[in-house]
């Protein structure tokens, strides 16, 4: 546990998804309006599962530098792509000032039963991670799991291939989504025991609606303990404004259960909207560039 009076700041980092329709394309840009003045370290912006997203997380990834300045990492994947075409598309980045990218190895395309590299392609994350070093000098996030990847046999296998990231290049891991805060923990010390000393990035979800984070959590393999399911129970989707506020709840409750283990810096998974996600950057003391100082209080 960490001393208050010898914290860092606190810092964040934002995740969208490219839009599909005008209409929330609009709410993309008011989400990034909204969150931009809290000065993330950088927002990334995701990759469809199978990589079919590639041409709009491009757009909407300069579209940020260019219009809001903020430091922009685009998802790449192993997935749809040989080695050359995923060189040039990071070497086009690079010429553009975008020096980020979150390399992650990417699900399998739809209809396939199960992950397989692309013939000529990088075949696991951790070869996407030293294929990128090649091109530049990119600052590169990787995914991590503290509740084990659903296709890792066993969680020292799972914790091993996080280290090969590192050791490949990679400069922070993210994790997926979780609410067993505890667990979280403990996996960051199995990760210094395992010898890993880069950032382990907790990665934060607010529930905005309960039935969509279980069915995220269920392709995820992330668990939602029992206290979770128990807090939403009896609550439907014309329940809307009480989820939202047992979300922000329940997601303020863990950032600062973190922050107290020594934890300095949160990514959050927005679902291109920003009202919880700012809410709980405010719990954290976290105010719009220009605002007032403002004073952690311990809860």
């Not at 909204?34 to 079919?52: H, I, N, Q």
């Not at 998802?75 to 075409?85: I, P, R």
Request: charged residues 25%; proline residues 7%.
């Amino acid at each position: 546990m960490t001393d208050k009076a010898s914290r860092p700041p606190v810092q964040v980092s934002f995740e969208f998804f490219p839009p599909k329709t005008p209409e929330m394309e609009a709410k993309l840009w008011q989400a990034i309006e909204k969150l931009a003045p809290l000065r993330p370290r950088f927002v990334s912006v995701t990759y469809g599962a199978d990589g079919s997203t590639r041409d709009r997380t491009h757009r909407i990834v300069s579209r940020i530098v260019a219009e809001t300045g903020l430091v922009s990492a685009p998802h790449l994947t192993c997935v749809g792509a040989d080695k050359e075409e995923i060189t040039a598309i990071a070497r086009t980045y690079h010429d553009e000032g975008i020096h980020h990218i979150v390399a992650l190895r990417g699900d399998p395309p739809q209809g396939a039963t199960r992950y397989a590299p692309h013939p000529g392609g990088y075949g696991w994350a951790v070869d996407l991670v030293r294929g990128l070093r090649e091109v530049a000098d990119f600052d590169i996030s990787v995914a991590a799991y503290p509740e084990i990847h659903p296709e890792a046999p066993d969680a020292a296998f799972d914790l091993e291939n996080l280290k090969r990231k590192f050791e490949a290049g990679a400069s922070r891991a993210i994790t997926q989504f979780f609410y067993d805060t505890e667990n979280f923990l403990r996996f960051r010390d199995r990760c210094v025991a395992q010898g890993i000393d880069g950032p382990i990035v907790p990665g934060i979800l607010p529930i905005t609606k309960f039935r969509q984070m279980l069915n995220f959590a269920n392709r995820a393999g992330a668990k939602v303990p029992d206290w979770l399911q128990a807090r939403f129970a009896g609550l439907d989707d014309d329940d809307a404004d009480t989820q939202r506020l047992l979300g922000a709840s329940v997601a303020i409750e863990q950032v600062e259960t973190l922050r107290r283990e020594g934890i300095d810096e949160f990514h959050f998974y927005t679902l291109n909207r920003a009202e919880l996600t700012y809410a709980i950057c405010s719990a954290l003391g976290l105010r719009p560039a220009g605002s007032p100082a403002s004073v952690e209080v311990s809860p």
